[in-house]
């Protein structure tokens, strides 16, 4: 028995005595933060710094002030670059274009950073695909009564991402916050010390287009959700799609602090497709749909 | 010459088995209580003056094969019964056919021994832990006593908080254990979000775990099996009981039919009451809250060779939560079994059993948000059919093989606005083969080799599962035990550790391959002193092509199948102790566990500043290192018994969040911070340790004359120790602030049992 019992703690010291998993300090990170919107002129690429996670947090003390910021367009097959956009500090941390350029869709873009660190410099790099542009054919209503029947069913245009099914983001703007134009249901999650320009803004989240109905030539059909509209009057409808750096950010912040079938306290980073640094360099193609969103007499 | 020689010599050889055969006899039959009829599981049979010994089946059925003619005493014994004795006189080639009626014993005395070599054979094999209903009722259990909860108090079994009855055994997650009942899958064997399980405890006679290394018989997941089996009923007399609880009551009923019996039981929550009372005051209640379940099982006797039987299973969960002027919750789910039995005695060596069997889940969540509904239909049809033979050519071996078939289908349909945003139906055909044999070539040996043969129609997957066991008795109070097993998984679960009310099971198929492992064990049985065993077992194991949902997909419309999944691998490795005393006035065991479970999954926990994104191993949540349950029975009289339950272990696995950064250009927010943190590795740090005594006092009694009552007080969480499950990060906050989210304070519960 003796013998035994020496044998097993043997064995369980063997076995037992090597594995390690110890945790690591805080390191710090850049962070670039710049969105290519088709169509649209070339916008400012802020820059920063991580902090440790439990001290104060503002940009303005975590700005990179020295950094040379370029946005380069590649060729067609992003082997070399067709033009280089230079940016300059406007605010700390803060650059914005020298000159303005209209973002083209379905090329790719290069965000290029170099940042003086002693006797070297640091480069921050990343990639995105603008996908092509589309546009409203059909289903636009001026005027829609809440949770009427008659929802808001939006045609787009074709629009196209390489490799991948296109994914949206559909985001609801009110034009006239005011707490006497909430809906039922904002009004109901609404507290009194709270800023309603936070509700002014509602965001489905990624909705692949395979939700929705697809026709031959590319086009689609959504049904506007109700559950989107937190204000009465007008509102903007801003229809989406986002290339990869856009998807995989938002798809893994979204669950970063729990959620999908991770544990709590199982926490990831965000997925970031940036060389030397995090944060997010996204590109993204936009339509928008005005509408006036009138009070239902049956709900009120 | 030689040819002739060798021809004779082999019918010689033959003619003398034959002969031996013929003037060797058999003893057969079923152990039952002699109260109740139920078979007994396990129980050792012996025949005293040659050690020849054997124990009962599943279904309560024993042999005793190749005994030279004589007389003897055949004896059985079984905890919590007085031996059984009886002579009897073999005559040559008589098969005796003896069904054996083991008397309780209601006095808790010193254990009963069969005093030969065989008896003291140990019930369980490597790997084996099994689970008295006495011990589930008596544990104090968080409002309702719970079949998962007192099994996560064994070494090995692991719970990944107070609010989940979830099994994580040995490193696996729980669906990568098998739950049977009456030998039906169920696939989502809880009430209550997780809280507890659907097992009424009042309904089962038998609850068995394979911890591991699980023989050829079984197969289809990764880690464990555990086999539930209802109750046959009463056959002698009618018998009931009724509890009242403060979550939920309980009723059930059983007796005898003219050759057979029944057994009903349903429970029920009783919550209505405490809901209507605190929406009275409070808006944040649901509207509809309850869940029950109901189980039946008949059985009948055509002969004494043939048994058939007929068990069900409904159990559902309903909810109906307003949660907001303008939105509504609705939860249906629920699990729905069915199984026909035939038992069938060929003769003294050979018995079989034939099972058709029916599983449903079902999960049915309604959402509706101003206006906007989303809906799903989740649903799950298993159909199956087994046969199992056992069959002793001779007192040395003992073969087992048998077949199981089915079909599975899967149905999985969203509808959000009213449109279908996803569907997907599997509909596959699955089967298995397996053959064993336990082999006892001396007193000292017995090895069981097996093989395992199983199919998978989607994805026209075949896979080979070898299976070995070798135990060596080293000494009359020692036991060394080892295993082997490669066990394949077909199925994975979608679902969430702090809710279980919208699991969705998917399989394997083209492009996703079946999972697969292989368990190696040891372990070291032993008798240290008289009525106390002492268990102790080492474990690895390692899990290949993990497919399971990538936890990072926001929405699955338009993708390929395999694009829904990420696939890993892990390894899992372990000590466990036990140290038990089954009987006397004070009784219990204490269980210690050391473990480690690892994961890796690619484009996870890799380093932020690695380009290559290389991903690490990392240990899931419920990986904890140290381990301890200590559950003690004491009889303080006639009439009162305490039973209490410690638990320690060292903290669960958490990612120290470490920077922490923000945008603020987010289109689609407007100007609003969005915040992230980052963190090097994933759960490499630990929360704090995890304690909890609960106490539970029974007093014994009488109703009026009419039965037997029982009132149970139970206190949980006496110490109310907050302990810590995970931590909120509040990101108004400015530095941000950390809250400790804790898991169940103190909570007092009372029971009242009529048995009748």
């Known amino acids: 028995m003796r013998n035994l019992s020496l ?75 067709d033009s280089v956009f230079n940016f300059t500090m406007t605010d700390p941390g803060i650059y914005q274009p020298v000159s303005t350029h209209r973002v083209l869709p379905t090329r790719s873009y290069q965000l290029f950073i170099t940042i003086p660190n002693g006797n070297i410099l640091d480069e921050i790099s990343a990639t995105a695909i603008v996908p092509d542009t589309f546009s409203v054919i059909d289903g636009i209503l001026d005027t829609l009564v809440y949770q009427s029947s008659e929802q808001l069913s939006v045609t787009f245009s074709e629009s196209s991402y390489p490799g991948r099914q296109n994914v949206f983001v559909f985001t609801t703007i009110s034009e006239n916050p005011i707490i006497d134009n909430l809906t039922p249901i904002y009004l109901d999650f609404y507290e009194d010390d709270e ?39 007008e509102n903007r409808i801003v229809a989406t799609t986002v290339d990869d750096n856009i998807y995989d950010y938002i798809r893994s912040n979204a669950v970063q602090l729990g959620g999908s079938t991770l544990s709590p306290g199982e926490i990831q980073n965000v997925l970031t497709n940036v060389k030397g640094g995090i944060g997010l360099f996204g590109a993204m193609a936009s339509d928008t749909i005005p509408t006036f969103i009138k009070r239902n007499p049956f709900l009120e | 010459m030689s040819k002739h020689f060798l021809f004779f010599t082999a019918i010689l050889l033959l003619f003398s088995i034959s002969s031996q055969a013929r003037q060797s006899a058999s003893v057969s039959g079923y152990v039952k209580d002699s109260e109740t009829g139920e078979t007994l599981i396990s129980a050792n ?26 007389s003897y005493t055949l004896a059985a014994s079984y905890i919590g019964y007085q031996l059984f004795q009886k002579e009897i006189i073999l005559t040559v080639g008589e098969n005796l056919r003896i069904d054996i009626e083991l008397v309780p014993d209601f006095v808790q005395g010193e254990e009963i021994i069969v005093e030969s070599q065989a008896e003291k054979e140990e019930l369980k094999s490597i790997g084996i832990a099994q689970v008295k209903t006495e011990l589930i009722k008596a544990l104090p259990a968080i409002f309702e006593a719970d079949v998962f909860r007192s099994i996560q108090l064994l070494p090995g079994v692991k719970a990944a908080s107070d609010f989940s009855s979830g099994l994580y055994i040995r490193g696996g997650s729980p669906d990568q254990t098998l739950i049977l009942l009456d030998r039906t899958t169920v696939y989502n064997p809880s009430h209550f979000f997780g809280f507890f399980s659907t097992f009424n405890p009042d309904a089962i006679k038998d609850v068995r775990l394979y911890k591991g290394g699980y023989p050829a018989e079984y197969g289809g ?139 449903r889940y079902f999960n049915f969540p309604e959402f509706e948000i101003a206006g906007t509904p989303f809906e799903r239909e989740n649903n799950i049809y298993d159909y199956s059919l087994k046969s199992d033979l056992e069959y002793l050519p001779s007192e040395k ?71 070995l066991s070798v135990e060596h008795r080293l000494t009359e109070k020692v036991r060394l035990q080892a295993a082997y097993g490669r066990y394949n998984q077909f199925f994975t679960l979608i679902s969430n550790e702090a809710f279980s009310g919208f ?14 492992g292989d368990q190696f064990v040891l372990g070291a049985k032993t008798l240290p002193f008289k009525n106390y065993g002492l268990d102790i077992e080492l474990y690895y194991r390692n899990m290949n092509d993990l497919f399971e949902l990538d936890p990072f997909l926001p929405d699955a419309a338009g993708l390929l199948y395999s694009d829904l999944f990420r696939v890993g691998n892990g390894y899992a490795y372990g000590f466990e102790a036990m140290f038990e005393r089954q009987v006397g006035r004070l009784n219990g065991f204490i269980g210690y566990t050391f473990a480690y479970t690892w994961r890796k999954f690619p484009g996870f926990n890799y380093e932020l500043s690695d380009a290559s994104r290389a991903a690490r191993f990392y240990p899931p949540k419920y990986d904890r290192r140290n381990d301890i349950n200590l559950v003690l029975n004491y009889n303080l009289s006639r009439k009162w018994t305490l039973t209490g339950s410690w638990s320690y272990a060292t903290g669960q696995a958490y990612t120290q969040v470490l920077g922490r950064y923000a945008l603020f250009d987010d289109p689609f927010s407007l100007g609003s911070e ?83």
């Open chain 2, 45 to 70: 049979v012996a025949v005293l003056e040659n050690n020849r010994g054997s124990s009962t089946n599943t279904l309560g059925y024993f042999t005793i094969t190749n005994v030279q003619p004589g």
């Open chain 1, 195 to 233: 800023d309603l320009l936070e509700f002014s803004v509602t965001s489905s989240g990624l909705l692949n287009e395979g939700n929705f109905t697809q026709f031959p030539d590319g086009s689609v059909t959504i049904n506007y959700p109700w559950l989107a509209v937190a204000f009465y009057e």
């Open chain 2, 503 to 516: 699991d969705v099971w998917l399989t394997s198929d083209d492009g996703i391959r079946p999972a697969y």
């Open chain 2, 397 to 467: 071996h003992q073969i087992s093989t048998g077949v199981w078939a089915g079909i599975f289908t899967l149905n999985l349909q969203d509808r959000f606005d009213n449109q279908d945003s996803f569907s997907s139906r599997i509909h596959s055909r699955y089967g298995s083969f397996y053959i064993q044999d336990t082999w006892r070539p001396s007193d000292l040996w017995k090895i069981i080799g097996g093989m395992r043969l199983n199919y998978f129609s989607d994805g026209d997957y075949l896979r080979l599962e070898p299976r």
């Open chain 2, 674 to 756: 969005v915040g992230s943190f980052t963190v090097n590795e994933v759960n490499a740090a630990r929360l704090p340790s995890y304690q909890r005594v609960d106490l539970s006092f029974a007093r014994q009694g009488t109703f009026f004359g009419i039965g037997e009552a029982e009132l149970q007080l139970q206190i949980i969480n006496v110490l109310n120790r907050k302990n810590v499950w995970f931590q909120n990060y509040d990101f108004d906050e400015n530095p941000i602030k950390i809250t400790d989210v804790t898991l169940l304070p103190v909570l007092p519960s009372i029971s009242y049992t009529v048995k009748f």
């Open chain 2, 221 to 359: 997941r990764l880690s464990s099996v555990l086999s539930i089996y209802n109750k046959d009923g009463n056959r002698n007399k009618r018998a009931g009981s009724v509890t009242l609880g403060m979550l939920a009551s309980r009723a059930s009923i059983e007796g005898p039919i003219k050759k057979g019996s029944y057994m009903f039981a349903f429970r029920r929550s009783t919550l209505e009451p405490l809901l209507s009372a605190l929406r009275q005051n409070n808006d944040n209640i649901p509207s509809r809250f309850y869940f029950l379940d109901f189980n039946g099982k008949i059985n009948f006797d055509a002969s004494t060779n043939n048994k058939f039987s007929l068990a069900a299973y409904t159990g559902t969960d309903k909810v109906t939560f307003p949660f907001a002027d303008d939105a509504e919750i609705k939860l249906n789910y629920g699990n729905q079994t069915i199984s026909g039995n035939w038992t069938h005695i060929f003769n003294e060596k050979l018995f079989s059993n034939f099972v058709i069997t029916g599983s």
């Open chain 1, 7 to 81: 044998t097993i703690g043997l064995v369980l010291i063997t076995l037992f005595g090597c594995e390690t998993y110890s945790q690591s300090d805080y390191e710090e990170f850049y962070v670039v933060e710049s969105y290519m919107v088709a169509n649209r002129n070339l916008q400012q690429v802020r820059l920063s710094t991580t902090v440790p996670a439990f001290e104060f947090y503002d940009f303005d003390d975590s700005a990179i002030r020295n950094a040379i910021v370029q946005v380069r367009l590649l060729n067609q097959n992003s082997s070399s670059i």
